[in-house]
């Protein structure tokens, strides 16, 4: 079934420790997007992609980083966790720059101790 | 900037009542505004979008931009409709990113 697979769904890490989410999408969308979903803060930009082999920072990019090898993978590393960065983390694609819908993956719930 | 707000982070309404979610926005041009939404243990999803003035499960939303509103509005609410709802905002002009609200928590009293 076509869409967007999140690994892990869920990881308890420790503080200080170096942690990658994976997302893989298969419907050749150009644009990918990392979100974070905090209540009472909604979802808010972490980083993005327009297309393979370009990034670009968003709301919220400090810890974070990312990259777009090719247009299929989005991987999202935390180099360093720290607690405020537990959360719950969607990927997302869209089409045509980012012109369409957002298609979103089932998340990834992580809890940094 | 862009900015989406969502005044509620609760909303309970009894089946068969109005829903009404309110949305406002702010932006110096013309935005087109989205409705999302997470089922319980499904995917934030679309629910709709203004520019295809559409009436999704029931749900329609009208963009007035004299008061910087997109509210989401059914006239009859059911038990399905309990859900995260979030608005959205995507700017024009090489800001093609989506700005999302902070939610609100439907829940339908049966």
């Known amino acids: 079934i076509a869409g967007i697979t999140q690994a892990p769904t869920s990881q308890i890490l420790a503080a200080g420790r170096r942690m990658t989410l994976r997302c893989t999408q298969d419907?050749?969308?150009?644009?990918m997007y990392w979100y974070r979903q905090d209540l009472g803060l909604g979802l808010r930009l972490i980083h993005y992609?327009?297309?393979?082999?370009?990034?670009g920072k968003g709301e919220v990019p400090d810890g974070y980083s990312v990259s777009r090898a090719n247009t299929d993978d989005f991987p999202l590393t935390l180099a360093s966790a720290v607690p405020s960065q537990t959360s719950v983390y969607f990927c997302a694609s869209s089409d045509r720059r980012g012109q369409e819908k957002l298609f979103f993956g089932s998340g990834t719930q992580l809890s940094v101790l | 900037a862009q900015r989406v707000t969502q005044p509620e982070k609760l909303l309970s309404v009894f089946k068969g009542a109005p829903v009404e979610l309110k949305c406002n926005y702010s932006?110096?041009?013309?935005?087109?505004l989205f409705w999302y939404v997470q089922y319980s243990r499904q995917r934030l999803q679309l629910l709709l979008r203004?520019?295809s003035r559409e009436s999704i499960k029931g749900f329609t939303a009208d963009l007035n931009k004299g008061e910087t509103s997109f509210h989401l509005k059914k006239p009859f609410a059911q038990e399905e409709d309990s859900a995260m709802y979030y608005c959205?905002?995507?700017?024009?002009?090489?800001?093609?990113?989506?700005?999302f609200g902070t939610g609100t928590r439907l829940t339908i009293i049966p």
């Open positions: 419907m050749r969308h150009n644009a």
């Open positions: 932006y110096s041009g013309s935005p087109e």
């Open positions: 959205a905002l995507r700017g024009f002009g090489g800001n093609e990113k989506l700005t």
């Open positions: 203004h520019i």
């Open positions: 992609s327009n297309t393979a082999g370009t990034t």
